[in-house]
Nanobody
Framework: QVQLVESGGGLVQPVGSLRLSCAAS????????MGWYRQAPGKQRELVAI???????NYADSVKGRFTISRDNAKNTAYLQMNSLKPEDTAVYSC???????????????WGQGTQVTVSS
């Protein structure tokens, strides 16, 4: 019904930058919330940043001032600009979207497959 495809991960040196993209496709009526989560080896998945339809955003304390989430509603795409990356940012980053399907009233959560971000010298 809905597919989320992430791109932009990779290997980057400390203090470098990466930009992740998450494109949603399918039978979409609206997307209420889009967000990025990450999971490092041996750790639980944690919220990185979310953005709602109005454009309001929320960030984990650990990334405030370094990461910026944005979205292009016309393209059903969310972005995560990551600057001043640190080794502790190394994780699999996954995109989440809360989607209302065409012909439905309630929203459901969908996840992308994840993209690896490795920060290392």
């Amino acid at each position: 019904q809905v597919q989320l495809v992430e791109s932009g991960g990779g290997l980057v040196q400390p203090v470098g930058s990466l930009r992740l993209s998450c494109a949603a496709s399918g039978s979409i009526f609206s997307i209420d919330v889009m967000g990025w989560y990450r999971q490092a080896p041996g750790k639980q998945r944690e919220l990185v940043a979310i953005i709602i339809g109005s454009g309001s955003t929320n960030y984990a304390d650990s990334v405030k001032g370094r990461f910026t989430i944005s979205r292009d509603n016309a393209k059903n795409t969310a972005y995560l600009q990551m600057n001043s990356l640190k080794p502790e940012d190394t994780a699999v980053y996954s995109c989440n979207a809360r989607v209302v399907l065409r012909g439905r009233w309630s929203a459901n959560d969908y996840w992308g497959q994840g993209t690896q971000v490795t920060v290392s010298s």
